[in-house]
């Protein structure tokens, strides 16, 4: 092959990288989305989750003296930044919070390195939920029932999804014939999701019902999957490894496993999905030439397809963590600032999602 010829082909497959990829990402104007600076948190911050009326809940991390601390806090636009009573020589993370205002996560004692799931409200503060007999636990999420879901060690030390509810306290949701399982959210009609290992060690996602126990929900065609939320009606999203890497999938059971498709990038997942269809979750570009590695965060719409977040943050920094979409559209993120401090974030789109009924 000549080397001009091989020069077109080149410049071609460059040419043809860039379009691609530009007509997935859509690129919204900014004027579509109101951005909310929650400020600075701390020496350093995290944002796990937004509820329906707009609560955000996350830790910071406080230097006084030593050792330097990080706290568990709820937001709203009334009260501000609100951090939680946490006893002396532990930390605590916010990792959820449901529409009644009532948080989930975990306490973190410093001097035993041994964690508890806890969940708290305004009324009667931080509530210790234990463990299934072993050393730690921790809350992922919680529902509007109260119910909280998470992973707790056994007395063999090994981790193993939990629910808990207020009457009947923690149960084991036993695992997929391995020896670890992880519960990662739960919706309002008690349904569970997370991952677990198989007898050969593999790791698959599943769904958990009362009803049914838990199922394996399968694969992309790769060896591993793990789920990482659910919606109300049943929708389910995560990730499954696939030749050429990681790929974001969405599951129902009337349709089985399906990549999600229209994401930008070699590997992706998908981390939240609301009760309209919407996903948000990370992905990362190919190297291609003269272009790096890059790696960034997607809003994935019903009836607009995949957003490049990046492109709507107004600030050159990105976004360094996307954590959380509510039903209302509206998504929770940390920025960098100039200087380098993490700013929390809520994204609020002013244009109404289409959705997959409509």
């Given at each position: 092959?000549?080397?001009?010829?091989?020069?077109?082909?080149?410049?071609?497959?460059?040419?043809?990288?860039?379009?691609?990829?530009?007509?997935?990402?859509?690129?919204?104007?900014?004027?579509?989305?109101?951005?909310?600076?929650?400020?600075?948190?701390?020496?350093?911050?995290?944002?796990?989750?937004?509820?329906?009326?707009?609560?955000v809940?996350?830790?910071?991390?406080?230097?006084?003296?030593?050792?330097?601390?990080d706290?568990?806090?709820?937001?709203?636009?009334?009260?501000?930044?609100?951090?939680?009573?946490?006893?002396?020589?532990?930390?605590?993370?916010?990792?959820?919070?449901?529409?009644?205002?009532?948080?989930?996560?975990?306490?973190?004692?410093?001097?035993?390195?041994?964690?508890?799931?806890?969940?708290?409200?305004?009324?009667?503060?931080?509530?210790?939920?234990?463990?299934?007999?072993?050393?730690?636990?921790?809350?992922?999420?919680?529902?509007?029932?109260?119910?909280?879901?998470?992973?707790?060690?056994?007395?063999?030390?090994?981790?193993?999804?939990?629910?808990?509810?207020?009457?009947?306290?923690?149960?084991?949701?036993?695992?997929?014939?391995?020896?670890?399982?992880?519960?990662?959210?739960?919706?309002?009609?008690?349904?569970?999701?997370?991952?677990?290992?198989?007898?050969?060690?593999?790791?698959?996602?599943?769904?958990?019902?009362?009803?049914?126990?838990?199922?394996?929900?399968?694969?992309?065609?790769?060896?591993?999957?793990?789920?990482n939320?659910?919606n109300?009606?049943?929708?389910?999203?995560?990730?499954?490894?696939?030749k050429?890497?990681?790929?974001?999938?969405?599951?129902?059971?009337?349709?089985?496993?399906?990549?999600?498709?229209?994401?930008?990038?070699?590997?992706?997942?998908?981390?939240?999905?609301?009760?309209?269809g919407?996903?948000?979750?990370?992905?990362?570009?190919?190297?291609?030439?003269?272009?790096?590695?890059?790696?960034?965060?997607?809003?994935?719409?019903?009836?607009?397809?995949?957003?490049?977040?990046?492109?709507?943050?107004?600030?050159k920094?990105?976004?360094?963590?996307?954590?959380?979409?509510?039903?209302?559209?509206?998504?929770?993120?940390?920025?960098?600032?100039?200087?380098?401090?993490?700013?929390?974030?809520?994204m609020?789109?002013?244009?109404?999602?289409?959705?997959?009924?409509?």
């Open positions: 092959m000549k080397p001009k010829t091989i020069k077109r082909l080149i410049a071609a497959v460059a040419i043809a990288a860039v379009l691609t990829t530009a007509l997935i990402l859509r690129r919204p104007s900014m004027a579509e989305y109101e951005i909310i600076d929650l400020g600075f948190c701390g020496r350093t911050g995290h944002v796990s989750a937004i509820n329906n009326a707009g609560q809940v996350g830790w910071c991390r406080y230097y006084s003296g030593s050792p330097e601390r706290i568990a806090f709820v937001w709203d636009a009334v009260n501000g930044r609100i951090d939680l009573q946490t006893p002396e020589g532990k930390e605590s993370f916010g990792n959820d919070i449901n529409d009644k205002g009532q948080v989930v996560g975990g306490l973190f004692e410093t001097a035993t390195r041994q964690r508890r799931a806890f969940i708290w409200d305004e009324e009667t503060g931080m509530t210790e939920l234990g463990t299934l007999g072993g050393n730690s636990s921790e809350a992922e999420a919680v529902n509007n029932k109260a119910q909280v879901i998470g992973w707790a060690e056994t007395p063999s030390g090994r981790k193993h999804a939990f629910l808990w509810d207020k009457t009947g306290g923690m149960q084991d949701l036993g695992t997929l014939g391995g020896n670890i399982s992880v519960a990662m959210d739960i919706n309002d009609k008690g349904k569970v999701v997370g991952l677990s290992s198989l007898a050969n060690g593999q790791t698959r996602a599943f769904v958990w019902e009362q009803s049914a126990g838990m199922t394996n929900i399968g694969t992309l065609g790769g060896p591993t999957s793990y789920a939320a659910i109300n009606s049943g929708q389910v999203i995560g990730a499954s490894a696939k050429g890497g990681e790929r974001a999938f969405i599951w129902e059971k009337s349709k089985g496993i399906t990549e999600l498709n229209l994401l930008p990038g070699r590997q992706h997942y998908a981390r939240e999905i609301n009760d309209q919407q996903i948000i979750g990370g992905f990362e570009t190919r190297k291609l030439l003269f272009w790096k590695l890059h790696a960034g965060w997607y809003l994935w719409d019903p009836g607009r397809g995949a957003i490049d977040l990046d492109n709507i943050a107004q600030s920094t990105g976004l360094h963590w996307v954590g959380n979409i509510n039903n209302k559209g509206q998504i929770v993120a940390i920025q960098p600032s100039k200087s380098g401090q993490n700013h929390i974030i809520i609020t789109s002013k244009t109404k999602s289409k959705t997959k009924d409509e």
